[in-house]
């Protein structure tokens, strides 16, 4: 009995760890920007970020300014929006367009840059002329 009992429960600890180790995708959570932008220097590494674009960089194309999607909820004019400067590659996004990036933090002579390694675009929101 104790033999039964004991492959039963070698049979369980095997199925959970093969159900575990394959059925599941390890996808880090994603950042929002009010979650990195007061200390980006404590980020190192890739990392996962979630915001609205909200600006163009006037000098440079690449770069593009985004908010945190909390910021959406703001309806005075006077809110003051925390942005993130993200250098991307490929499509620039539009004003409005939520999206995840993932890349990392360097530092430029002005500051904390969040270099995009990758983009996707999860939706639109309409910023009402806020960009």
Request: glycine fraction near 10%; aromatic fraction near 6%.
């Amino acid at each position: 009995m104790k033999t039964i009992i004991r492959n039963l429960f070698f049979l369980v600890a095997v199925l959970s760890f093969l159900g575990l180790s394959t059925g599941c995708k390890n996808e880090a959570s994603a950042f929002g920007v009010n979650d990195v932008v007061s200390d980006p220097g404590a980020f190192s590494g890739s990392l996962t970020l979630v915001g609205i674009v909200n600006a163009y960089s006037q000098s440079d194309p690449t770069i593009v300014a985004v908010m945190d999607k909390k910021e959406l909820t703001c309806n005075t004019p006077n809110c003051e929006k925390v942005l993130l400067p993200v250098k991307i590659t490929g499509a620039r996004p539009a004003i409005g367009d939520e999206v995840r990036i993932s890349g990392s933090f360097t530092t430029e002579s002005w500051g904390k840059l969040f270099n995009a390694s990758k983009m996707e675009v999860l939706g639109t929101h309409n910023l009402g002329g806020q960009g």
